[in-house]
């Protein structure tokens, strides 16, 4: 007879209340679903609209393109950095934001754990190995940030090399900028029941059950633990050469739409567009630490 899988249910405090959540359960709580889209604040009650959606993406899609040609023309480099809550969005605000780039000069950097020879290096080495060269687009999902976040919550570096990485880290990306590289950095936030609701989507979706990680069922309790540290990044590594741009996404349509509209808006690109970018949504894009609270 074979043994009962362990169960991954976990005791959680969610306003206040004890709640007990099971990722392996099929069935959504309704204290999940009926707070979901509202948790962190959220300034919507429901979803764009979808054609109105899918009508303004490919408007913006249609801009990055002749940002590519721009980019071509003269050189210029641009990065972006995604950071932010575990489910928050970051690949689909990627996805749709290279959908229709050239993959010759648009690319997503991803990395895995350091190896060996790379703990032994500078910190920072092995990302600028990946910066962007002449004409190019350089989109990382997950950055550098990994030690201002989920390293130390995880005990994964020690309290010094995470001290030593906020005073170092504006130093660094000070000189990015000097290089004239067009430098975005983007936290995705969500509310806490519409992260649990991604976890439980992911878990009883074939095609997404990969993206749900033992490390995110680990760091169900550290939720205190992760937005202390997410208030301290942003607080001091917030700069004028570096700002952080802060995006609500518990809707994924109006963080992708918005956070596109950012870029493209910053960028003074060959055959700019205005009417077509529209209008940042200042519900949902803020800058620097004093937008979340």
Known sequence: MAEKAESRAVELDIRGK???????????????????????????????DNDEYEKTLTQLQIELVKVQFWQQKTGKRIMAVFEGRDAAGKGGAIHATMAYMNPRSARIVALTKPTETER???????????????GEFVLFDRSWYNRAGVEPVMGFCT??????????????EKMIASENIHFFKFWLDIGREMQLKRFHDRRHDPLKVWKLSPMDIAALNKW???????????????????????IRANDKRRARINLIRHILTTLDYEGKDKQAIGAVDDKIVGSGPGFLK
């Open 159 to 172: 309290p010094e090399e995470y001290e030593k990485f906020l005073k170092e880290t504006p130093r660094f």
């Open 224 to 246: 205190g633990d992760y937005s202390d540290k997410r208030d301290r990044m942003l607080k001091e590594t917030h700069t004028d050469t570096a700002p952080w741009t802060v």
């Open 120 to 134: 032994g290096q500078w910190y920072f080495q092995r990302y600028v190995a990946t910066f962007p060269t002449a």
């Open 18 to 48: 004890k709640r007990v959540f099971d990722v392996d359960d099929p069935v959504l709580p309704d204290w999940i679903d009926e707070k979901a889209f509202e948790s962190g604040d959220y300034p919507y009650g429901k979803k764009l």
